[in-house]
C-alpha cells in the first residue's frame, strides 16, 4: 500500500487542494481530504496518459532518416522504404532491448501505459518463428521489466496494396493469412493473460491497404470486446489508392463497412474532408493522433477544431518514437491548428485553456482506446499517476489551468515530471526510470551494433 499527499489535484471535478491517495495492489482505493502520516508529498498530481499508438523497434532508427531520398519531393513512401531494410537485421534480442528503452522514455515522460501497435512477428524473410508469438512475447517482456501498462495490439498485415499483391522485403515479417494470425492473435493472448493485471490485449487489422475487407470482419471476430486500431487516411497517396479500388475514400468506406463505435481507435486520419472528420466524430471511436511523427513524415494536419467542436474524442501516441515527449507531442497538436488556421489558443474552449482541453481529451480517450481502466484520479481507477514539481523556472509555482498550459507550451515537461506510476508500479523517481542505467547500455550497445548505413 502506498500513500500520495498532494498540494493539487486535477479530479474529475475539477482542481482540489490538499488530498491524500491511497494506493492498494494497483489502484485508488480512497482518496481523502485527512493527511497521512508518512505520505509522499508532492506538489501537482495529475492523472497519466496512455500512449494509444507506438511502434516500439522503429525507436533505433531515430536520427538515420533524415537525408534524401532520389525522388527530390522526398516523403513517408521513400522513409517506408528504408524502414524495411532496416527490418533485415533486427532479432528478438534486439526488439526486446529496443522496447524496453522506449517503454522507459514514455513513463519518463509521462505516460503510464502504451498500446503497442505490433506488426513485427515474424524472422527475418517472413518465417515464422517456431514460437509464432516470439516477438509478442518480447514486446510483453519489455512492459513488465520495465512497468509500463501494455495494451498489445497484434496487427493483422496480407497485402502489399489494395490490388492484393505479395509482400516484398521487409514487408513478409509482418505477414499472416487468416489461419495464422488466428493462431498468433491466440498465443499473443495467452502472453497478455500471464502477465500483470493491468495488461490487455487488442487487435489491428493494420489498414484498408494492407487488409482485404473480409479479413477485416475476421480480425475483429478475434477480439470480440477489446480495442480495434487501424491506421486510417494518413496520406494523400493511400486515399487516392483505397478510391480508386473500393470506390470511396478511406473514411467514407470505413462507416459505410464496418460497425465503428467507442472500442475503435483510428490512427492519424490527416486527410479527411470536414464532412468524413464530422461523421467519424459521431461514431465515438477515437481519433489516434501522432503530431510529432506526423509532422516527421509530413502526413499532414488533423482536423482538430472540427473534430472537438463535433465531440469527437481524441488521443496521442509516439508512433515512430522518433521523439517520445508527451508535453510536445500536445503543443504540437494545438500549434499545427494555428499555423493552419492563422489563430491562437486554437484548442481552448470558452471554460478551460488550451491545455486542460487537450490534457483532458488525451487522458480519457487514451484510456478508452486501451481498454483500460485509468484516464481520471478516481477511487477504484487504475493508479496511473503523474507527480510534478511547480517550484522551478517553468511553472513557477502555478496553479490550476495555468500549470497545464506552462508544462505543455513553457517548459514542455522538462525536470519538472519527478515522479510517475503504472498500475500503483513505482518506476519514476526524481524524474529517472529507476532502472534506466541498465536499460540505456543494453541499447546504446544493440544500436551501435546494428550500425547507421541502412
Known amino acids: 500500500m502506498q500513500e500520495i499527499q498532494s498540494r493539487q489535484t486535477l479530479t474529475p471535478d475539477g482542481w482540489v487542494s490538499d488530498l491524500c491517495l491511497t494506493i492498494d495492489q494497483g489502484r485508488i482505493t480512497r482518496i481523502s481530504r485527512t493527511p497521512a502520516p508518512g505520505a509522499q508529498t508532492v506538489d501537482l498530481l495529475l492523472p497519466a496518459p496512455v500512449n494509444l499508438h507506438s511502434h516500439a523497434f522503429q525507436r533505433a532508427m531515430a536520427g538515420l532518416t533524415e537525408t534524401r531520398g532520389p525522388d527530390p519531393r522526398d516523403s513517408f513512401w521513400t522513409w517506408r522504404k528504408l524502414m524495411y531494410r532496416f527490418l533485415d537485421r533486427l532479432t528478438p534480442d534486439h526488439v526486446q532491448a529496443i522496447a524496453e528503452l522506449v517503454f522507459m522514455e514514455m513513463l519518463e515522460a509521462g505516460f503510464g501505459a502504451v498500446a503497442e501497435f505490433h506488426y513485427l512477428h515474424h524472422d527475418i524473410g517472413g518465417t515464422p518463428y517456431g514460437n509464432l508469438a516470439e516477438m509478442a512475447g518480447r514486446i510483453t517482456e519489455a512492459a513488465q521489466s520495465t512497468g509500463i501498462g501494455l495494451t498489445l495490439l497484434p496487427v493483422h498485415y496480407m497485402q502489399g496494396g489494395c490490388d492484393g499483391r505479395a509482400l516484398q522485403g521487409g514487408q513478409r515479417r509482418f505477414g499472416s493469412d487468416p489461419d495464422l494470425f488466428a493462431r498468433l492473435h491466440a498465443d499473443s493472448a495467452a502472453l497478455v493473460g500471464n502477465g500483470p493485471e493491468d495488461f490487455t490485449i487488442g487487435t489491428a487489422p493494420h489498414s484498408l491497404r494492407a487488409v482485404p475487407p473480409e479479413a477485416l470482419a475476421q480480425a475483429q471476430a478475434l477480439c470480440p470486446d477489446g480495442p480495434i486500431h487501424m491506421h486510417l487516411a494518413e496520406q494523400v497517396a493511400e486515399v487516392e489508392e483505397v478510391e480508386a479500388h473500393?470506390?470511396?475514400?478511406?473514411?467514407?468506406?470505413?462507416?459505410?463497412?464496418?460497425?465503428?463505435?467507442?472500442?475503435?481507435?483510428?490512427?492519424?486520419?490527416?486527410?479527411?474532408?470536414?464532412?468524413?472528420?464530422?461523421?467519424?466524430?459521431?461514431?465515438?471511436?477515437?481519433?489516434?493522433?501522432?503530431?510529432?511523427?506526423?509532422?516527421?513524415?509530413?502526413?499532414?494536419?488533423?482536423?482538430?477544431?472540427?473534430?472537438?467542436?463535433?465531440?469527437?474524442?481524441?488521443?496521442?501516441?509516439?508512433?515512430?518514437?522518433?521523439?517520445?515527449?508527451?508535453?510536445?507531442?500536445?503543443?504540437?497538436?494545438d500549434y499545427s491548428q494555428r499555423l493552419r488556421d492563422r489563430s491562437r489558443a486554437a484548442m481552448a474552449t470558452a471554460d478551460h485553456s488550451t491545455g486542460r482541453v487537450l490534457f483532458d481529451a488525451v487522458t480519457r480517450a487514451g484510456a478508452q482506446a486501451a481498454g483500460?481502466?485509468?484516464?481520471?484520479?478516481?477511487?477504484?481507477?487504475?493508479?496511473?499517476?503523474?507527480?510534478?514539481?511547480?517550484?522551478?523556472?517553468?511553472?513557477?509555482?502555478?496553479?490550476?489551468?495555468?500549470?497545464?498550459?506552462?508544462?505543455?507550451?513553457?517548459?514542455?515537461?522538462?525536470?519538472?515530471?519527478?515522479?510517475?506510476?503504472?498500475?500503483?508500479?513505482?518506476?519514476?523517481?526524481?524524474?529517472?526510470?529507476?532502472?534506466?542505467?541498465?536499460?540505456?547500455?543494453?541499447?546504446?550497445?544493440?544500436?551501435?551494433?546494428?550500425?547507421?548505413?541502412?
Open 246 to 333: 473500393h470506390g470511396a475514400r478511406p473514411v467514407d468506406w470505413l462507416l459505410d463497412n464496418a460497425e465503428i463505435d467507442d472500442r475503435w481507435c483510428l490512427i492519424h486520419c490527416t486527410q479527411m474532408t470536414d464532412a468524413e472528420t464530422r461523421a467519424l466524430a459521431q461514431t465515438g471511436a477515437v481519433a489516434g493522433l501522432c503530431p510529432i511523427t506526423e509532422s516527421s513524415l509530413g502526413d499532414g494536419i488533423f482536423n482538430g477544431n472540427t473534430y472537438r467542436d463535433s465531440a469527437g474524442r481524441f488521443g496521442i501516441g509516439s508512433d515512430s518514437n522518433i521523439h517520445i515527449a508527451l508535453w510536445e507531442e500536445l503543443a504540437t497538436l
Open 372 to 454: 483500460r481502466a485509468s484516464g481520471q484520479i478516481a477511487e477504484g481507477q487504475l493508479a496511473d499517476l503523474i507527480a510534478v514539481s511547480t517550484d522551478n523556472e517553468f511553472l513557477c509555482n502555478r496553479t490550476g489551468d495555468a500549470v497545464l498550459d506552462s508544462l505543455i507550451f513553457t517548459g514542455r515537461g522538462r525536470g519538472c515530471v519527478t515522479d510517475v506510476w503504472s498500475a500503483g508500479r513505482h518506476m519514476v523517481k526524481d524524474g529517472r526510470h529507476i532502472d534506466r542505467d541498465r536499460i540505456t547500455r543494453a541499447f546504446v550497445d544493440v544500436v551501435t551494433a546494428l550500425g547507421q548505413d541502412i
